[in-house]
């Protein structure tokens, strides 16, 4: 890595309304992009799941039901795909590392699930405002 990217990546950015019914655009993008980089079937769905996650917690908690935008990075190198959902909205909470599933806020599980999913994970603000969630998932040799 390098900058925070990966090496040799090939990056797609999309950016979508954040509307809940665009959600399904960014998951035809990574299926798209896992033409290029075959992945495992279960790896494929389990990495919508976390997109899916991802993206959900941008159009919630960002723009309080108003308008916004949603930009969804994808950079995919021979042994690695990470995905960057940021948003310039106000943020949201999540529960801290360790925290029990009762002080988890109401729909908290997503980056409980991302987190099981991406074998690395950063959450933090972004720059300018805004969150910004990324995940990297390592992949298998062929």
């Known amino acids: 890595?390098?900058?925070?990217?990966?090496?040799?990546?090939?990056?797609?950015?999309?950016?979508?309304?954040?509307?809940?019914?665009?959600?399904?655009?960014?998951?035809?993008?990574?299926?798209?992009?896992?033409?290029?980089?075959?992945?495992?079937?279960?790896?494929?769905?389990?990495?919508?799941?976390?997109?899916?996650?991802?993206?959900?917690?941008?159009?919630?908690?960002?723009?309080?039901?108003?308008?916004?935008?949603?930009?969804?990075?994808?950079?995919?190198?021979?042994?690695a795909l990470a995905i960057e959902v940021s948003d310039e909205g106000r943020g949201f909470e999540h529960a801290p590392e360790g925290a029990a599933d009762d002080e988890l806020s109401e729909g908290g599980l997503g980056i409980a699930i991302i987190q099981a999913v991406a074998d690395e994970f950063e959450l933090a603000p972004r720059d300018g405002g805004g969150s910004r969630l990324r995940f990297v998932k390592h992949l298998a040799a062929d």
Do not use: F, W
Request: net charge negative; with cysteine; charged share 25%.
């Open 1 to 79: 890595m390098q900058n925070g990217r990966l090496n040799g990546a090939r990056a797609v950015r999309l950016t979508i309304p954040a509307k809940p019914e665009y959600i399904t655009l960014c998951r035809l993008a990574l299926t798209g992009l896992s033409r290029l980089r075959p992945l495992a079937d279960e790896t494929l769905a389990d990495l919508k799941l976390a997109l899916t996650e991802a993206c959900t917690n941008s159009i919630r908690h960002a723009y309080e039901g108003g308008e916004g935008l949603v930009e969804i990075t994808y950079e995919l190198s021979n042994d």
